[in-house]
């Protein structure tokens, strides 16, 4: 990571970003809550006058850094769309819950913390939620509620907030391995959805995932 000195000039974009890489960085040590504008300014080798010019307010920093986890976790549960549909719903879980893993002190944050509250994080994490559902849709049959009845997606995002509190406890110290905890969620949907994913698929004819 770089840090410009007086005598270097970025960007606008670029200097927010580079900012946005120290603000995250710090996060991934202390989590979101942990984080200041004299901190961040610190590390940056800037003035705390240039956070607030990018970010409006340590709560908009703190948001920004939220902002850019949630980008990573979506990328990192793009579905492989090669993958039988029950396969693909253990990938993406698998996926979701390394990424979560990686950045446990700033997810644990974004759970849990003082962005809980905060109206505008928790719409991207709204969005987030819904794009999860919609890629995980296809490794669960539908056919006991019914595609149109809107029951599903309901009880979707239910699942979605459930496996977030589950995979939070986790966080903060299960003694589960992560494929017992991957099991326990996926046990969890089958559950709530009244279907298996893992019987979902169509039979396969091979013996390997």
Not at 77 to 90: E, G, I, K, N, S
């Amino acid at each position: 990571m770089s840090h410009d000195t007086p005598r270097t000039r970025l960007e606008p974009a670029d200097r927010r970003r580079d900012l946005l890489e120290v603000a995250e960085t710090l996060a991934h040590a202390d989590g979101i809550d942990g984080l200041t504008a004299r901190g961040v300014a610190h590390h940056a080798r800037a003035s705390k006058a240039l956070i607030f010019h990018y970010f409006g307010s340590v709560v908009g920093l703190q948001r920004a850094v939220a902002a850019s986890a949630v980008h990573d976790l979506l990328t990192a549960t793009q579905p492989h769309d090669d993958l039988p549909p029950a396969d693909r719903t253990r990938a993406i879980l698998d996926a979701f819950i390394t990424a979560v893993t990686a950045r446990r002190e700033v997810w644990t944050d974004i759970w849990g913390g003082a962005l809980r509250a905060d109206p505008e994080t928790q719409v991207i994490l709204a969005r987030a939620r819904a794009v999860l559902v919609d890629r995980m849709a296809s490794g669960v049959a539908r056919r006991s509620l019914g595609d149109t009845s809107g029951h599903i997606a309901l009880l979707s995002l239910g699942w979605v907030a459930l496996a977030e509190n589950i995979t939070a406890a986790w966080l903060a110290g299960g003694t589960l391995t992560q494929d017992e905890l991957l099991d326990l969620l996926i046990g969890s949907l089958t559950a709530i959805l009244g279907s298996d994913p893992a019987t979902s698929a169509a039979p396969r004819t091979t013996t390997t995932a």
